[in-house]
């Protein structure tokens, strides 16, 4: 048996540091329109933690439907998981296992209050380990060991306006982007006309950022022709698996829907902008490289997010971009892990599952392209 929880607020939880953190209405809103996700690949016997287990399961049944409808997709096969949202039962040891969206000290205290035994959790130093894991810097150092012809990318962590201004007088204009922040937050785009020198804005933003989080993580800013990503599952031992692309569309940074289709299908796609070689390369080097830093520290999925870049030469017709193979790792589960769980087997299908908020709540929507 599993307990599956979908914490989306994972990722300002682990920006505050603490154990005591009621996040924002917009993430707390999100968990409890969409908490019945994990559903979605749940095995049978396996129980989702929800808000509200009643409208989780309607929620469900809703998207099964339009899943099979559309998709071919039968949630029959994995089994039939259960619902809860009362106090958690404590089983026998070793029979529990658990996956949340995310490892963080707030969910850990979270399911201590609803009965999960302090033993069955990551101790302090594991979740400190895993924030430490998640910092940008992580993504900043893996950038040179991706590097070779075809790529693009390089981050800086900078402590000090002066930093940045050197950063801009070598690349123009920069990203500023706190080190642990969720998406589409915490972001910051400067030139040399309106920068952490002569604005007052940024400025305030820059101390803040140091003072809470030690840094500033400081990256040129490329001209996007692409957004896409790579999934993974760490091992914990040293191995990490690749699982699939993740083919996603943003609005200001932040994740407004994936491509649903096959594998096949996917990498055509993004072979129009990218070479399939490059791809391959990227992601053996990916599994090799952090197969070691995750041995012993973290287990569970993650994903990288990733870019095309133009290069000054791109168009449709010739396809010549640059892989920037490294934007950001998240190290939980993503919605492209959603979208590799719902992803069809015929060739011919292909969908797009967005996330709309309408009539005051947050619903998964699966549509044809």
């Known amino acids: 048996m599993t307990l599956h929880i979908f914490n989306p607020e994972h990722d300002i939880a682990l920006a505050s540091g603490l154990a005591n953190f009621t996040a924002p209405h917009a993430g707390r809103q999100l968990r409890h329109d969409l908490g019945f996700l994990p559903a979605i690949w749940a095995q049978e016997g396996d129980v989702v933690l929800v808000d509200d287990a009643e409208q989780a399961a309607r929620s469900w049944r809703k998207l099964a439907h339009r899943a099979n409808t559309l998709l071919g997709f039968e949630s029959s096969h994995r089994g039939n998981c ?13 029979t529990l296992g658990l996956d949340p969206w995310g490892w963080n000290s707030v969910l850990c205290a979270f399911l201590v209050r609803r009965g999960v035994d302090r033993s069955l959790l990551p101790d302090s130093q594991q979740l400190q380990t895993i924030r430490d894991l998640s910092h940008r810097r992580l993504a900043a150092a893996l950038l040179p060991k991706l590097r070779m012809e075809g790529t693009v990318g390089e981050a800086f962590e900078c402590k000090t306006p002066e930093q940045v201004e050197s950063l801009m007088a070598q690349y123009g204009q920069l990203v500023m982007k706190a080190p642990w922040s969720s998406s589409g937050r915490g972001l910051r785009f400067v030139n040399p006309a309106n920068n952490v020198q002569n604005s007052t ?6 101390r803040n950022v140091v003072k809470l989080q030690g840094c500033v993580m400081v990256e040129p800013l490329y001209n996007k022709v692409k957004d896409f990503g790579m999934e993974f599952f760490s091992d914990g031992e040293g191995h990490v698996d690749y699982l699939g692309l993740s083919l996603f569309h943003t609005e200001n940074g ?16 993004i072979s129009r902008y990218i070479p399939a070689e490059l791809l391959e390369t990227i992601q053996e080097k990916i599994c090799h490289e952090l197969g070691e830093t995750y041995r012993g520290k973290y287990r569970g999925p993650f994903g990288i997010d990733m870019m095309a870049v133009n290069n000054g030469q791109w168009s449709m017709s010739n396809g010549q971009c640059k892989l920037h193979p490294c934007v950001e ?27 709309e908020y309408s ?11």
């Open 329 to 355: 790792i998240n190290l939980r589960r993503t919605m492209g892990h959603v979208a590799l769980a719902l992803s069809p087997k015929d060739d011919d299908l292909r969908r797009v599952m967005r996330i």
């Open 359 to 369: 009539n005051n709540n947050y619903q998964l929507i699966i549509n044809r392209l």
């Open 254 to 269: 932040a994740y407004t829907g994936n491509i649903l289709a096959t594998e096949n299908v996917k990498q055509e796609m």
């Open 201 to 206: 804005y940024l400025a305030g933003w820059f």
């Open 82 to 94: 259960e619902f809860t949202q009362g106090k958690l039962g404590v089983p026998p040891m070793g």
